[in-house]
C-alpha cells in the first residue's frame, strides 16, 4: 500500500453496536491493531443504537487506548440499517466500510477490498458465498439450506440476480458512492443490506463481490421470524421501486 496524505481521513470504520458490551473492545482493539500498522489515516466510529447495557459506556473509556475512535450515542433504538446510515453519512473517509461488532470479518479482510477501490470500483461487499471465501466455524446444514432457499428469493424479489450473499456485514464504498445511495434509503431494520445493493444497481454502480473469512456467531438469534421480516420489507423496497420513492 502506497503512503497517503495524513491531512485527510483514507479510511472509515464504522461498527453498529447493540447491546455489545462484553464483544467491543475487543474488537475495537483487533481492529485498531491492524490499522495502526498502515500507512494511511483512519477513524473508527462506533454507533450504539440504543443499549440500555453499557455499550456505550466502555466504548466511551476505552477512547484514550484507542485513536480516532468516535461513539454515535443513540437513546433510542432504530435498527441496524438506521445505524449503520447514521455512521457511514458522518464518516469522513474517502473510503468507508462498515463491519460487524463480533468481529465476524476480521478487519484484515479489507486487504481485499482496498485494491478494487484504487482500480475505480466504488461499491465492494464481502461475500461468504464464493470461490476463495473461508467459514471458520459453519452454520448447521439445516440453515445452510434454508439460508440458499431464503437468499434465492430475495434475489428474485430484488432484482439482485447471482448476489447470493447480501447480508454479510462487511460492506464497503466511496465517498461519492455512499452520500448517493445511504441519502436515499429508507428501510431501518432487516432488509437494510438489501435496499443499498438495488440502490446501488439502479445507479449504475458495479458491485464487486471479495470473498471473506468468516466466523459463525452460534450466539445469533437470527432465525425463521427475522426471515420473515425481512422478505416483508423485500417486498417494502419492491413497492418502492415500483413507486418510484427511491426517485
Same mark, same amino acid.
Given at each position: ?19 455489545? &458490551? ?7 482493539? &483487533? ?11 483512519? &477513524? ?49 473517509? /474517502? ?75 462487511? /460492506? ?76
Amino acid at each position: 500500500m502506497k503512503q497517503y496524505n495524513n491531512t485527510t481521513i483514507y479510511l472509515s470504520v464504522i461498527i453498529p453496536a447493540y447491546k455489545e &458490551e462484553k464483544r467491543i473492545v475487543n474488537t475495537l482493539r &483487533e481492529i485498531d491493531k491492524y490499522l495502526s500498522r498502515q500507512s494511511y489515516n483512519y &477513524e473508527i466510529i462506533v454507533v450504539n443504537d440504543g443499549a440500555k447495557d453499557k455499550t456505550a459506556e466502555v466504548v466511551k473509556n476505552i477512547m484514550p487506548e484507542i485513536k480516532n475512535l468516535r461513539l454515535i450515542d443513540n437513546k433510542g433504538n432504530h435498527g441496524k440499517g438506521f445505524v449503520v446510515r447514521q455512521g457511514i453519512l458522518q464518516a469522513k473517509g /474517502k473510503y468507508r466500510v462498515f463491519t460487524d461488532a463480533d468481529n465476524s470479518t476480521s478487519i484484515d479482510q479489507i486487504e481485499k477490498m482496498l485494491p478494487e477501490f484504487e482500480k475505480g470500483l466504488e461499491v465492494v461487499i464481502g461475500s461468504r458465498d464464493i470461490k476463495g471465501s473461508e467459514i471458520a466455524v459453519p452454520q448447521a446444514a439445516w440453515r445452510i439450506m434454508l439460508g440458499n432457499i431464503f437468499n434465492l428469493v430475495v434475489q428474485v424479489i430484488s432484482g439482485l440476480l447471482g448476489i447470493w450473499d447480501t447480508q454479510c456485514g462487511f /460492506k464497503g464504498f466511496s465517498a461519492k458512492a455512499t452520500e448517493d445511495i445511504f441519502t436515499k434509503c429508507k428501510i431501518n431494520r432487516f432488509a437494510f443490506d438489501v435496499e443499498v445493493l438495488v440502490l446501488a444497481k439502479k445507479m449504475g454502480y458495479k458491485i464487486k463481490e471479495i470473498p471473506v473469512r468468516w466466523i459463525n456467531d452460534q450466539a445469533s438469534t437470527v432465525g425463521f421470524k427475522s426471515m420473515v421480516k425481512m422478505l416483508i420489507e423485500v417486498f417494502q423496497i419492491r413497492w418502492n421501486l415500483l413507486t418510484r420513492k427511491y426517485e
